[in-house]
Antibody, heavy 115, light 112 residues
Framework: QVQLVQSGAEVKKPGASVKVSCKAS????????IHWVRQAPGHGLEWMGR????????TYAQKFQGRVIMTTDTSSNTIYMEVSRLRFDDTAIYYC????????WGQGTLVTVSS | DIVMTQTPLSLSVTPGQPASISCKSS???????????LYWYLQKPGQPPQLLIY???NRFSGVPDRFSGSGSGTDFTLKLSRVEADDVGLYSC?????????FGQGTKLEIK
């Protein structure tokens, strides 16, 4: 079945970087964009950006430009998202989701930024 | 950016009763291809969001027919004909007409 499996929870200090992975299976990896969405505690969903797994081209929400990098590894059907210069308010669950229609979603990766 | 505004932000419903959530966009979500790019998701506690409705009114595979979506242009509605205990969670609308994709604030549904 179509599935996105994300890497495990992370705890980072302010100013550090975190890299979250999203491994796809059950479909043609290069056929669909992958999006990243985050949800801070008690908040709604926030779109961060998307990547074309075939070309590696990515588009980021303006808020995250310069601080987020999305990459792809077609040899392992895995998408990566790295967030640098972490702040306390980056504490959130980060999800990957497949276009079209944002189905399926990964199970989520909790990133906690704490000193 | 297209702003998505949901109302209400919270909803407390007795099982068996109907519920309705509104989602308004700051500009029309109708594309030149004739499709309207408005989606509804439900995030049950402790789970990732799941797709309920795509392109305004199409129920996704496996979604009970108690759920229905309607609307056009900038005004959209998700309706639950009879709320069940399993329907609790955060309901969010999303537009994918243009980048950046944007979500509504979310509506938290609880059972009375």
């Amino acid at each position: 079945q179509v599935q996105l499996v994300q890497s495990g929870a992370e705890v980072k200090k302010p100013g550090a970087s975190v890299k979250v992975s999203c491994k796809a299976s059950g479909y043609k990896f290069t056929g669909y964009f992958i999006h990243w969405v985050r949800q801070a505690p008690g908040h709604g969903l926030e779109w961060m950006g998307r990547i074309n797994p075939k070309s590696g081209g990515a588009t980021y929400a303006q808020k995250f430009q310069g601080r987020v990098i999305m990459t792809t590894d077609t040899s392992s059907n895995t998408i990566y998202m790295e967030v640098s210069r972490l702040r306390f308010d980056d504490t959130a669950i980060y999800y990957c989701a497949r276009e079209n229609w944002f189905d399926p979603w990964g199970q989520g990766t909790l990133v906690t930024v704490s000193s | 950016d297209i702003v998505m505004t949901q109302t209400p932000l919270s909803l407390s419903v007795t099982p068996g009763q109907p519920a309705s959530i509104s989602c308004k966009s700051s500009q029309s979500l109708l594309h030149s291809d004739g499709k309207t790019y408005l989606y509804w998701y439900l995030q049950k506690p402790g789970q990732p969001p799941q797709l309920l409705i795509y392109e305004v009114s199409n129920r996704f595979s496996g979604v009970p027919d108690r759920f229905s979506g309607s609307g056009s242009g900038t005004d959209f509605t998700l309706k639950l004909s009879r709320v069940e205990a399993d329907d609790v969670g955060l309901y969010s609308c999303m537009q994918s007409l243009q980048l950046p994709y944007t979500f509504g604030q979310g509506t938290k549904l609880e059972i009375k």
